[in-house]
Structure formats: structure tokens, C-alpha cells
């Protein structure tokens, strides 16, 4: 109680409040760790403690290293391997049964799988990319930068887009999974570039957004600090949306033979000769040969929806600043409330 009235006939007590200074000096590495934990680890904690990300998560980890371990470990596949359409879960040789060529249907998934991933990231990357760039900046400038990037943007969507790739694949046959992938999404990026500039428009207008421009930060820092962090969950989401469409659009193409595959693994190709050559739908003993690439797709597809809609709260401010390590907030409870009381106190007396 004598702690209060001393602070209370200060005369600078409330200054002195205010201006209160850290008692330690972070060093250079410290302040290199502050932010790799603000910028990297606190992201990483918010997302892990939603069940529906770490599901999404360890999905994606499981078909990434399917990808990239698998066809080091598991051999390709050859024909007259084993017996013809020997059943799933019949021989350890065989954990997914053979198809009429008795070639291993395990390794054809595994084997499937990095051109798989490749198209995934081509197509995604390709389509969030630059969709934000025309988005964000037709948004956020305005003028007749935004009339010039909004008219290209419609040019675009008018553009059928089933016959525009399949006329691409059959002109270009191309066999490079980052090719395909581009191919696949070559005009879906144009309608999500218009509603991330739509968003953009009413971001733009916040109160934050104007103290930064008063405050003279450039356009690159405003975009990046005030408007991308409120965009970036609708951009996640539609990454994997992008990603799914790339899934389903090449095993459709592969399916229907659009795309060529002579010399190249693929679920769509499965299915198509799992129908074809294996007529999957009118007998039981080629179901495998079927069901086995529909699940592998339905699966990664469910792993990359869970894992977006996992990832929300990690573009929120406030949860991410909960959850680092190194904020402000560890210093001293007693300090801090003690700090509080005698600033309480000493503006009451003053009125």
C-alpha cells in the first residue's frame, strides 16, 4: 500500500509508465530467433493443434514420401511378375493384387505417384501464382492498371477450358509432368484472380490499410504486411481446389486418351485399362485393378481438403501471436501487474 502512495505523489510516475524501456538488449542472434519464431515456428503450432490439418498433414507427408521413397524401394513393374488378376490381400508378394499382365498393382500406384505430385505442384503454383499477382494489383492499384488487368482477366474466362486443353494436349503430347500440369490449368486461373481482386477492394478500404499509407510505407510492404495476410486463407483453399482439379482433370484426360501413355504410369491410365482390358465393371476379378488408384486419388484428395481447412487459423495475427514462444507477453507477471498499478494510480491521482 506504501508502493502505491509513494508512485501516486510522483509527479512523473505517469511518464515514467509509459516510457518504460526493456532492461536487457536482445543481441543479433536472439532477434534472429524472435523471428523465426514469430515467422515460421508459431504458424507451424497454430496449425498443429487442429486436428483436421494434422489429419490433412501426415495424408500428404504419407504421399509425398510414397513419391519420392517409394521408387527407390519398391521395384517397377513388370509384366508376368506374378499370376494375372491375382486378388488384393492374397499374397505378400502382391498386397494389391496383379493386373492381366500380371504386373504388380502396388508398384504401379507407387510408381504413378512423383509425376503425380509433380502435376499437383505445377498446376497449383501456376494458377494461386498468378492469380494473386493480377488479383492483388488490379485490386489494390486501381486505375487503369485495373482496367487493363481486368480486361485480360475476362479475355481469359471466355475462353472455354475443356476444349482449349484437350486441343493443347493433342498438339503438344506432352509427357512432362510439369508441362501437363501447366496444360491443366492453363486459363483456371482468371476467375480466381477476379475474386481475390474483389477481396482486395474491400481490404484495401480498411483503416489500417490508410495508417499505412500515411505512414508512407511503400506498395510492396503494404501488399505484403495489411493485404496478403488476409487473403492467404481463400488462396490456400483454392490452391487445393486447384490441386484437385489437376488430379482429376489429367486421370479424366489419361482415362479418355487424350493424353499419351506409352511409356508413362499413371491412376488415370489404371482405370482406363482396368476397364478396358480388365472389364472391372462386369467382373469381380479385376475390381482391384480399379478400386486401388479410385482410392489412392480419393484419399490424397481428402488429405489436401482436411490440410486447408486446417490451416485457417494460421493466417490469424492474434492466434499466431499466442502461440509464439518469444513474444512480449513472457515477462514477469508481478512486474507487469505492479508496472499497471502504480500507472493506475498515479493518472487517477492526477485527475
Known amino acids: 500500500m506504501s508502493e502505491v502512495t509513494e508512485s501516486s505523489d510522483s509527479p512523473d510516475a505517469t511518464s515514467d509508465a509509459f516510457e518504460a524501456v526493456a532492461d536487457t538488449t536482445l543481441t543479433k542472434k536472439e532477434r534472429y530467433k524472435r523471428a523465426i519464431d514469430r515467422r515460421y515456428l508459431a504458424p507451424i503450432r497454430v496449425m498443429w493443434t487442429d486436428l483436421r490439418a494434422r489429419v490433412g498433414l501426415l495424408i500428404i507427408a504419407f504421399f509425398v514420401s510414397m513419391g519420392v521413397i517409394g521408387p527407390r524401394v519398391v521395384d517397377p513393374p513388370k509384366v508376368s511378375e506374378g499370376p494375372q488378376l491375382q486378388g488384393a490381400f492374397q499374397s505378400w508378394a502382391h498386397p494389391l493384387g496383379t493386373d492381366n499382365l500380371g504386373r504388380d498393382v502396388l508398384a504401379m500406384i507407387v510408381h504413378a505417384t512423383p509425376n503425380m505430385l509433380l502435376m499437383i505442384l505445377a498446376g497449383g503454383i501456376f494458377t494461386t501464382v498468378l492469380a494473386t499477382v493480377f488479383g492483388t494489383t488490379s485490386g489494390y492499384l486501381g486505375g487503369r492498371t485495373d482496367r487493363v488487368l481486368s480486361m485480360m482477366m475476362d479475355t481469359v474466362m471466355t475462353i472455354p477450358g475443356l476444349p482449349l486443353i484437350v486441343i493443347l494436349a493433342a498438339a503438344l503430347q506432352p509427357e512432362n509432368p510439369v508441362v501437363i500440369g501447366v496444360i491443366l490449368t492453363i486459363n483456371a486461373w482468371a476467375g480466381l484472380a477476379r475474386s481475390i481482386r474483389s477481396q482486395v477492394l474491400a481490404i484495401r478500404q480498411n483503416s489500417y490499410v490508410e ?9 510492396s510492404s503494404i501488399i505484403r504486411r495489411d493485404i496478403m495476410p488476409n487473403i ?62 479410385l482410392i489412392t486419388i480419393t484419399l490424397l484428395s481428402f488429405g489436401l481438403i482436411m490440410f486447408a481447412q486446417g490451416t485457417d487459423r494460421m493466417f490469424n495475427p492474434r492466434v499466431r501471436a499466442q502461440h509464439t514462444s518469444t513474444s512480449d507477453g513472457d515477462a514477469d507477471p508481478e512486474s507487469t501487474a505492479k508496472t499497471d498499478s502504480n500507472a493506475t494510480h498515479a493518472i487517477t491521482d492526477r485527475k
Do not use: C
Request: no cysteine; charged share 10%.
Open 232 to 293: 492467404m486463407p481463400y488462396v490456400l483453399i483454392n490452391f487445393v481446389e486447384s490441386a484437385r482439379n489437376v488430379i482429376f482433370a489429367s486421370v479424366g484426360l489419361y482415362f479418355i486418351g487424350v493424353l499419351p501413355y506409352d511409356s508413362i504410369v499413371n491412376w488415370g491410365v489404371m482405370i482406363d485399362l482396368a476397364y478396358t482390358s480388365g472389364g472391372a465393371l462386369q467382373s469381380l476379378d479385376a475390381a482391384h485393378w480399379l478400386l486401388a488408384p
Open 211 to 219: 495508417a499505412s499509407k500515411a505512414m508512407g510505407l511503400s506498395t
